[in-house]
């Protein structure tokens, strides 16, 4: 298998405050990472794609002020949840794409938004 | 649009056998995947399936019927840590991950 490493794994702020998530994948490069969310109990939604070095394609409904994706290098993809609310208390996890047949999930981070 | 069927929970018995069915029906195929999610974790990748047929690993199985739209897991020789959620997830012509919403595996002693 492949490393994809998610960073932090759960993190409680401030309501109005932001908080960045960070994915990197550890052995491989990746063209392509993925974000999703999960609420308890539900299938992951996936958020948006992130591609290197170009804009992230967000999926209907997703707000991109709100969810500020940037994959500045071929190893790492941030997603940074600005003026977050209770509402936005959530599973997040990554996906980085190491072939289009093979894809690594990071081990997610927990956002508790008090 | 595009549609990707699990039933929501199951229950086994240690050392027993089960079958997750998982349907679709998709804008395009590029192959099935199975996934195991423990609660509160990130999902683990347990097979991929193009081609129609049988697929083997180790005491997981995963099948696949292209013309039918449908796969299953199998799991043999259950344990008690299988208990977990199952994901089924087929990419689509863009190269993209349609979800189920996930089998919830109950396994007793």
């Known amino acids: 298998g492949a490393v994809v490493s998610q960073h932090p794994s759960w993190v409680i702020c401030k309501s109005g405050t932001s908080v960045k998530i960070e994915c990197r994948s550890l052995d491989f490069q990746a063209t392509t990472m993925f974000w999703y969310r999960q609420f308890p109990k539900q299938s992951l939604m996936l958020m948006a794609t992130?591609?290197?070095?170009?804009?992230?394609?967000?999926e209907q409904g997703v707000e991109k002020d709100k969810f500020l994706i940037n994959h500045a290098s071929l190893t790492l993809s941030t997603l940074t949840v600005t003026s977050a609310h209770p509402e936005d208390s959530s599973f997040y996890i990554c996906?980085?794409?190491?072939?289009?047949?093979?894809?690594?999930f990071g081990q997610g981070t927990r956002l508790t938004v008090v | 649009g595009q549609n990707i069927d699990q039933p929501t929970e199951m229950t086994a018995t240690e050392g027993a056998i089960v079958q997750i069915n998982c349907t679709y029906q998709t804008s395009g195929f590029n192959g099935l995947f199975w996934y195991q999610q423990h609660a509160g974790e990130a999902p683990t990748f347990l097979s991929y399936?193009?081609l129609d047929g049988l697929e083997e690993k180790g005491r997981f199985s995963s099948f696949l019927s292209r013309s039918k739209g449908y796969s299953y897991l199998l799991l043999k020789e259950l344990q008690m840590k299988d208990s977990a959620s199952y994901l089924c997830?087929?990419?689509?012509?863009?190269?993209?991950?349609?979800w189920g919403a996930g089998t919830k595996l109950i396994i007793k002693p």
């Open positions: 996906s980085a794409r190491k072939r289009e047949t093979e894809a690594f």
């Open positions: 992130s591609n290197e070095g170009s804009k992230a394609t967000y």
């Open positions: 399936n193009v």
């Open positions: 997830a087929v990419m689509d012509s863009n190269y993209q991950l349609i």
